[in-house]
């Protein structure tokens, strides 16, 4: 099984390519906030929880979506792989997902990050709240924490992975939806 990380702040793009690299690859596109927002929508126990967090722009307990990580690599079966989308988000996700590979006799093939500007992520947001109705992209507190958090917490996993040799990294904000697709599509092809 290959396993690669798709890594950006939010806003990056990573939902929108990552569809196009899962079908290519045969890979099953995991995004954590997905799963989370499916929590939410269904009125569970843990959705309740990690609403108040979600909607202030801060992470969700650890423990919470290395859970929901571990059991997708039990239960999804009939891929060549899986694609990680907003997780790991943290250096202690990134050492944890490094034991829960391990564990199964595998490890991370690659990060794919996709780089834009703090303008971008906010101009980005934007858009996409007029589209999904995402209540964390509404709220301007909400996205100026979430860049905090992605600053703070999230960027130090491109050191992390540049010390593995697994860190791979394009321009996600240059030219159209198409052409930085195409980018996107080529840095994965050229990881092999
Ligand atoms: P996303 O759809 O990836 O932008 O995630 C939306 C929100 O879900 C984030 O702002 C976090 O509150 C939460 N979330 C998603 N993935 C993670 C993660 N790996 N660790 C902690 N919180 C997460």
């Given at each position: 099984m290959?396993?690669?990380?798709?890594?950006?702040?939010?806003?990056?793009?990573?939902?929108?390519?990552?569809?196009?690299?899962?079908?290519?690859?045969?890979?099953?596109?995991?995004?954590?906030g997905?799963l989370?927002?499916?929590?939410?929508?269904?009125?569970?126990?843990?959705g309740?929880?990690?609403?108040?967090?979600?909607?202030?722009?801060s992470?969700?307990?650890?423990?919470?979506?290395?859970?929901?990580?571990?059991?997708?690599?039990?239960t999804?079966?009939?891929v060549d792989g899986?694609?990680?989308?907003?997780?790991?988000?943290?250096?202690?996700q990134?050492?944890?997902?490094?034991k829960?590979?391990?564990?199964?006799?595998?490890?991370?093939?690659?990060?794919?990050?996709?780089?834009?500007?703090d303008?971008?992520?906010?101009?980005?947001?934007?858009h996409?709240?007029?589209?999904?109705g995402r209540?964390?992209?509404?709220?301007?507190?909400?996205?100026?924490?979430?860049?905090?958090?992605?600053?703070?917490?999230t960027?130090?996993?491109i050191?992390?992975?540049k010390?593995?040799?697994?860190y791979?990294?394009?321009?996600?904000d240059?030219?159209?939806?198409?052409?930085?697709?195409?980018?996107?599509?080529a840095?994965?092809e050229?990881?092999?």
């Open positions: 290959k396993y690669y990380i798709l890594f950006g702040p939010p806003g990056a793009g990573k939902g929108t390519h990552a569809s196009a690299i899962a079908k290519k690859y045969n890979l099953k596109h995991i995004s954590t997905e989370l927002r499916a929590e939410i929508a269904a009125g569970s126990e843990l309740k929880q990690a609403k108040a967090l979600i909607d202030a722009g992470l969700v307990p650890d423990t919470v979506v290395e859970g929901m990580i571990e059991s997708a690599f039990d999804i079966k009939g899986f694609l990680l989308d907003g997780f790991p988000r943290n250096l202690q990134a050492a944890d997902l490094d829960m590979l391990a564990g199964r006799g595998e490890s991370l093939k690659a990060v794919i990050s996709i780089m834009i500007s303008d971008a992520i906010r101009r980005r947001i934007a996409r709240a007029a589209i999904e209540a964390d992209d509404a709220n301007d507190a909400t996205i100026t924490n979430r860049i905090k958090t992605y600053h703070a917490q960027e130090p996993l050191d992390y992975y010390a593995q040799g697994k791979f990294e394009c321009d996600g240059n030219g159209t939806l198409e052409d930085n697709q195409a980018r996107v599509l840095l994965v050229s990881i092999g």
